[in-house]
């Protein structure tokens, strides 16, 4: 009885956590031969706090990776307080190595910072890989001090479009059918409803596209299992792609994308989201009925 419960409450939730935690623990010592995405996400993501004008004495990176946003933090002068979270205990050992903060091992489901303790929580490309993204979001909006920032980048709906239809075409041909391979990514518009219900203030959520060029589909393959973001997914198929569907995958790429420069494209959308815990100092939707203003007016007879 108890059995056919947890695999119940397995089915509910779209990724297998531990899979990717064993991935990414994989993944961590070679980490830096495929950690250019990462660290392209993680310039861009730390180069929006220059628009921010305000100070962040305590701030907390969640999901470090092997150290990428710890390393470009270090030498702000107004961070006093810096503290790296992995869920993965070897990426966590790593981005401490390389950066010398203090990191800790954590579930990007279960944060470990006390409510109201950071003024900036940041993460990167991580969050596309929870099962509990509202309740995360939730968390961290509980961590940040009033007026705290959360800024994050996540992978978004369009990320690897096209690897999800070279697969699906090459299962269907070979084996008669598909089972899910790519994992499913949020839209930036449904990003953005989410920070508002986990209660944000002023939240945004926008999206930017890199296109990653590769020689062959198996330079991009081997890339995926490098960054740990190959398939997590509870659903379909717990078996590996057979070698004929993924040699036929690799065809189809090419016949369907390859440039004039013989590479075939790999797209990633970055959606990044900001937003702040709220406070009374920041501005305010007027009440209903409170304008003072006839539209009629300005409109005429």
Same mark, same amino acid.
């Given at each position: 009885m ?8 397995l089915d509910r ?5 531990e ?9 961590a ?34 999901g470090?990776?092997?150290g990428?946003?710890g390393q ?5 002068? !107004?961070?006093?307080? $810096?503290? %790296?979270?992995?869920f993965? @205990?070897?990426?966590a *050992?790593e &981005?401490?190595?390389?950066t010398?903060l ?7 489901e279960a944060?470990p ?38 800024l ?7 990320t690897l ?5 070279v ?6 041909e070979?084996?008669g ?11 930036v518009? !449904?990003?953005?409803? $989410?920070? %508002?219900?986990?209660?944000? @203030?002023?939240?945004? *959520?926008? &999206?930017?596209?890199?296109t990653?060029?590769?020689e062959?589909?198996f330079?991009?393959f ?19 792609l057979?070698?004929d569907?993924?040699?036929r995958?690799a ?20 959606v990044?989201l900001t ?13 209903p009925?409170?304008?003072?203003t ?8």
């Open positions: 108890s059995t056919s419960s947890t695999n119940t409450d939730q779209p990724f297998n956590r899979l990717l935690r064993r991935r990414r623990d994989r993944a010592t070679d980490f830096a031969g495929h950690d250019f995405l990462i660290a392209e996400a993680a310039a861009r993501l730390v180069d929006r706090l220059d628009d921010i004008s305000r100070p962040f004495a305590d701030v907390g990176v969640m470090s990776h092997t990428q946003v470009l933090l270090q030498n702000r002068p !107004d961070i006093e307080r $810096l503290v %790296q979270s992995d993965s @205990a070897n990426m *050992a &981005a401490a190595a390389t010398g203090p990191t800790l091992v954590a579930d990007e944060l910072w006390a409510d109201e303790s950071l003024d900036l929580l940041i993460s990167n490309l991580v969050l596309h890989g929870v099962n509990d993204l509202p309740g995360s979001l939730i968390q961290a909006n509980r961590c940040l001090k009033p007026d705290g920032v959360f994050a980048s996540m992978f978004g709906g369009t479009q096209e690897l999800r239809e697969l699906l075409a090459a299962e269907i070979t084996a059918g598909a089972s899910p391979r790519v994992s499913p990514m949020a839209d518009r !449904d990003l953005g409803n $989410l920070l %508002q219900r986990a209660g944000f @203030a002023l939240p945004v *959520a926008d &999206a930017e596209i890199i990653v060029r590769y062959t589909p330079k991009l081997d890339d995926l299992r490098g960054m740990a973001e190959s398939n997590a997914l509870n659903a379909g198929s717990k078996t590996f057979r070698r569907t993924l040699a995958a065809e189809i790429y090419q016949q369907r994308y390859v440039g004039d420069d013989g590479r075939i494209p790999a797209t990633f959308e970055i990044t937003a702040w815990a709220p406070h009374e100092s920041q501005p305010k939707p007027l009440r009925g409170s304008a003072t006839n539209l009629a007016d300005f409109l005429g007879d």
